[in-house]
């Protein structure tokens, strides 16, 4: 049995299973949903349409609930001549769908569905697996961004955190604020390297979600079990809304949304109250666009040389009695956290931007190296974190900087004790756009490391990789996606996984 990624439990029976145009399914109501998306999935193979029954007895298909099982888990038996198929919610049900895709080889035309009868009990290992997609460095619209949560859901990932906001670009449409924009959306030029020399061109980049696309893109992304998480990265990286409204910096003398990729210096100011209501505003517009339980608010590379030399971020320091710049952003993170709290949300940020002030209650996304992890984790053993080495999961690095290997050598609870590792919500992945300027480069990049992480985020074993993956490689042949075809022919049938 070859399904991608591995699950918990499966094994292969005596007998085997096979259904034509004859066959019927049975399905309880709250299940109706995915018993349909099942039957279209068959239609597409097969060219016939599955009929429902109300008879249990008359059916070779069962979509049947079992309380007991987990949220997000399935229980698939193939034997004599029928499937049960069994979940406590509708999301477990999506999953299994998704399996049987991979086992009746529903991506595949064919005139019967034929398979060995099996048993294969599921679930994921962690509730969070995610995938960031950078769209303020290169835009990439909603049809893109619908397409990958659709890839991201046959392989049981369940959150796209979309970095929305950087120096480069603003890619949100806030109605309070019209220039984020007509100005902060649209870059000039951008820093380009040709022969290892970098340069800055003049060929204009922009473009932004509008409310209608991003409600599309919500609704889309929960039909297929999808979280999207909106991300607006503060106080740093912020120079293409700081572009448009110059009075938000210390300066007030930032004129230009951001060519060059490296971090701008030129920050949100910490000590001005305009601030702190502008960013609440686009916060607010945020949360009625998206229903997640998360914001991230970013916090990554900071530099705080304005601060230091800003009459009125010195001023905000005294009157709280902070002694460190580092104080003041914890400081300035902690007012938004209440503020969202407010409206039931929790944040997640970056480790670079927790200190031993920041609330237990923000989530960590660890991504640097490990000291800085640990530094991180000191500050507070019981605060919930996100897996992200940028060393296995950063994406928009060549595959000869990060062979598909490494990343499934990804061990999850790597520097985190065993008695923290309840703490470990899950796995996130990430592609920055800096250097990715089309869907081509885009899905060069992703695939198939996007099936890689899937395995690392759900399943405990990462046994015959190569092997498993190869129906998800004519699967994107088959939708003309641009995927990286070299890996295949270099060892990777074993992976070793470090302690897993
Ligand atoms: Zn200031």
């Known amino acids: 049995m070859k399904i991608l990624p591995y699950p918990q439990k499966s094994e292969n029976i005596n007998g085997s299973f096979c259904i034509d145009g004859n066959a019927k399914i049975f ?156 100005i902060a959306s649209v870059r000039l030029g951008s820093e380009v390297t040709v022969d290892g020399e970098s340069y800055i061109n003049d060929v204009p980049h922009g473009g932004y979600l509008t409310k209608d696309e991003v409600k599309d893109i919500v609704a889309f992304a929960e039909s ?59 916060l607010d517009e945020i949360c009625q666009l998206f229903p997640s339980r998360y914001v991230h608010l970013g916090g990554e590379e900071v530099v705080k040389d304005r601060w230091c030399n800003c009459k009125l971020c010195c001023e905000r320091m005294s009157e709280l009695k902070l002694d460190t710049v580092e104080e003041l952003h914890t400081h300035m993170i902690e007012v938004f956290r209440k503020h969202l709290e407010s409206k039931g949300k929790t944040v997640i940020i970056r480790n670079d931007g927790v200190t031993k002030n920041t609330d237990e209650r923000i989530v960590s996304q660890l991504w640097t190296p490990v000291k800085r992890v640990k530094d991180a984790k000191k500050a507070d053993a019981e605060r919930l974190v996100i897996v992200a080495p940028r060393k296995k999961v950063n994406f928009n690095r060549t595959y000869k900087a990060l062979p598909l290997r490494r990343t499934l050598k990804l061990n999850p609870f790597r520097g985190i004790k065993k008695s923290e590792r309840a703490n470990v919500l899950g796995v996130e992945g990430a592609v920055w756009t800096q250097h990715i300027e089309n869907e081509e480069q885009l899905y060069f990049q992703l695939l198939p490391r996007l099936d890689a992480l899937a395995e690392c985020a759900w399943s405990k074993r990462r046994k015959d990789f190569a092997l498993r993956v190869q129906k998800r490689l004519a699967y994107y042949d088959k939708l003309g996606l641009n995927y990286n075809r070299k890996f295949v022919r270099k060892k990777q049938a074993k992976p070793r996984v470090d302690g897993v």
Not at 250 to 270: F, H, N, Q
């Open 27 to 182: 399905c309880k109501s709250e299940f109706q949903q995915q018993a349909e998306r099942f039957a279209d999935l068959v239609y597409g193979s097969c060219g016939f349409f599955l009929q429902f029954t109300d008879v249990i007895e008359d059916a070779q298909i069962i979509f049947a609930r079992d309380e007991n099982l987990p949220q997000e888990g399935y229980v698939i038996m193939i034997s004599q001549g029928v499937a049960t198929v069994t979940g406590s919610t509708s999301r477990g049900i999506f999953y299994a769908v998704e399996s049987l895709r991979q086992i009746f080889n529903l991506d595949e035309t064919q005139r019967q569905i034929v398979c060995n009868d099996c048993y294969v009990e599921d679930r994921p290992q962690f509730a969070y697996r995610a995938l960031m997609l950078d769209i303020a460095r290169h835009f990439f619209g909603p049809s893109v961004i619908k397409q990958i949560i659709e890839l991201m859901s046959q392989v049981k990932l369940n959150v796209l955190h979309l970095h929305l906001t950087d120096d480069q670009g603003f890619r949100l449409q806030i109605d309070k604020y019209p220039l984020l924009t007509e």
């Open 224 to 282: 297929h079990n999808v979280e999207i998480v909106p991300e607006i990265d503060i106080p740093g990286h912020f120079v293409a809304a700081i572009a448009a409204y110059p009075e938000l910096s210390c300066t007030g003398t930032v004129s230009e949304v951001r060519k060059k990729w490296s971090a701008s210096k030129d920050i949100l100011c910490a000590g001005n109250d305009k601030v702190y209501r502008f960013v609440e505003d686009v």
